[in-house]
């Protein structure tokens, strides 16, 4: 697909997900299995352009002076791929899957405004309801810290360690570049992407296959570092979901005692199953929603 085709995708797709108020991955699948001569690689950059206008909505709409879903587009992809609008016109230059462009009002605003110039809330994406809140907890740097959220994250795992150490799972991970993650002692990152670059495929390689890591942001690492789960007790994780700190907190206790995962939503639950095979965990017992879970209150 050529440029113009991944723009009028991307417009698509987000009005499909204001529309019909659907989960963002969930479109983004759809939208692929309907368009199939879409390769992986133009369905990454559809991807990037999708969740970076969700990301920075304000303030991609304050510079262009428009928050239509289309201006937000083109705004994302002049931000996102460092291009003016010269270079960007050339690009779509008959490409007939392009659609129309923003006014030039529009582009001459998204060149000359400056961001820094613009309230508090729209420097930091996040709508007004939520600037007092971050200011509370932050104080001057709130801006900032907001504004952090709006980037491009890093692909997150967390090593195995009932399989094996950060240092072996990094050298398996060394051709894309994998380092320690900066708190986690168990976390190995990548690097964020640029412009229409995309993450690579870890979930294909073998080390994933044997279990060796899993994908998990940073946070949610902590969080079960924190839980100060030990080997050898009872532990109830109550909203499980896919099991992701399930299985950080089974390695945690060293496989050990027994960790009890629970969530009111089948679905959501559903793929613990392989995960805690491909691991090799062996004390976590998962709870079917209709359960009664009141005999572990004396454990």
Not at 31 to 43: E, P
Not at 114 to 121: F, I, M, R, Y
Not at 140 to 164: F, H, Q
Not at 177 to 185: L, V
Request: overall charge negative; glycine content about 8%; hydrophobic content about 45%.
């Amino acid at each position: 697909m050529r440029l113009g085709g991944r723009i009028a995708a991307a417009i698509e797709i987000l009005e499909d997900i204001a529309a019909r108020h659907r989960p963002v991955a969930d479109a983004l699948k759809d939208w692929g299995l309907s368009h199939r001569f879409a390769g992986s690689g133009d369905r990454a950059a559809i991807g990037n352009i999708v969740y970076d206008v969700l990301r920075k909505k304000r303030s991609l709409g304050w510079r262009m002076e428009d928050d239509s879903v289309p201006a937000l587009v083109f705004g994302a992809v002049l931000d996102g791929l460092d291009m003016d609008v010269k270079e960007l016109a050339t690009r779509l230059d008959g490409d007939r899957f392009a659609p129309d462009m923003p006014s030039a009002d529009a582009f001459a605003a998204f060149r000359t405004r400056d961001l820094s110039t613009a309230p508090g809330a729209v420097r930091a994406d996040v709508p007004d309801w939520l600037a007092a809140h971050f200011e509370q907890a932050f104080g001057e740097g709130w801006t900032d810290e907001a504004a952090a959220l709006s980037a491009r994250p890093p692909l997150d795992m967390r090593v195995n360690t009932l399989k094996v150490d950060r240092e072996k799972l990094a050298k398996a991970l060394a051709p894309f570049a994998a380092e320690p993650s900066p708190i986690s002692p168990h976390g190995l990152r990548i690097a964020p992407v640029d412009g229409a670059g995309r993450h690579p495929n870890v979930q294909v390689e073998a080390a994933f296959q044997k279990g060796w890591f899993e994908i998990q942001d940073e946070g949610s690492q902590v969080v079960s570092l924190l839980a100060g789960a030990r080997p050898g007790q009872q532990v109830l994780d109550f909203c499980a979901g896919a099991g992701g700190k399930s299985l950080a907190l089974a390695a945690n206790m060293e496989n050990t005692g027994q960790i009890h995962a629970y969530d009111s939503d089948r679905q959501r639950l559903a793929p613990i199953h392989d995960r805690l095979k491909r691991a090799e965990v062996r004390n976590v017992q998962v709870h079917a929603p209709r359960d009664d879970l009141s005999d572990l209150e004396s454990r």
